[in-house]
């Protein structure tokens, strides 16, 4: 090794601006364990790079939240979420600056490590124990089609056929919201249906779909929600993948 280092000096052209020993002390040739710090911080820094990528993110999911072609979910705490994970990308890419330092310590690594601990157990204590704001959305609106589900089978059991009233109102809204405002549930009748309506979406979330087959002896019910915590549009609502139906029939007429 002494021979190379050596013959590539002498061999080095001496108007190069840049010394052969000066390159080395540049790449830490010298100092290999400066070297190891320095690849471990930027194996390091991403984490800290991606969180405060991702709190950029929620400020411009806060400000879509607040755009009257938008739709939202109520309990999204974007603001919060972008002050706490850009601050901790930012706490992270200092001790990775710290890290990288040639008097610097490997006792600076605790600190993109804590941030990594932080990128993970964080967004799972969010989420326990009721899910995420989106899967709370989507579950009381699977519980509100699953009462008026019941309640109009009920009905048409009494009265021999199913009638679908649009002008019914419910007592709790939905998680849903358009410019911080809560929507309500409405109802979308679909009349001669063969079956459920799983076309286009209503564009409205938290619409339940009430399609009655011409004999008015079937019923389908379908609702909408939001897959993402913003959008424009609405989605059906799902389990397993596939789009949620809760069908009911009566006897036929004699």
Not at 21 to 26: L, P, V
Not at 46 to 55: E, H
Not at 85 to 96: E, V
């Amino acid at each position: 090794m002494t021979i190379r280092i050596a013959v590539a000096t002498w061999l080095a052209p001496s108007y190069l601006p840049i010394s052969w020993r000066t390159f080395q002390n540049a790449i830490c040739w010298q100092q290999p364990m400066l070297l190891v710090r320095r690849i471990a911080s930027i194996l390091f820094g991403f984490v800290p790079l991606v969180l405060i990528a991702v709190g950029v993110a929620s400020v411009l999911w806060e400000v879509q939240a607040h755009d009257p072609s938008m739709f939202s979910v109520q309990g999204e705490k974007h603001l919060a979420h972008a002050f706490m994970f850009a601050g901790a990308g930012c706490i992270g890419l200092f001790g990775c600056h710290r890290l990288w330092w040639t008097n610097g310590s490997w006792k600076w690594v605790l600190v993109p490590a804590a941030v990594m601990i932080f990128a993970v157990v964080f967004p799972n204590m969010e989420r326990w124990p009721h899910g995420t704001p989106v899967g709370r959305a989507s579950f009381s609106a699977l519980q509100r089609l699953s009462a008026f589900a019941g309640s109009a089978t009920q009905l048409a059991r009494e009265q021999g056929e199913f009638v679908c009233d649009r002008s019914a109102t419910f007592s709790a809204s939905s998680l849903f919201a358009r410019q911080g405002q809560a929507l309500s549930y409405v109802i979308h009748c679909v009349s001669d249906a063969t079956g459920p309506t799983l076309g286009t979406p209503p564009e409205r979330p938290g619409t339940l779909v009430f399609a009655v087959s011409p004999d008015r002896t079937q019923a389908w019910f379908t609702a909408t929600v939001l897959t993402h915590s913003t959008g424009r549009q609405a989605s059906w609502l799902t389990r397993q993948g596939q789009p949620f139906v809760i069908a009911a029939q009566l006897q036929s007429k004699s």
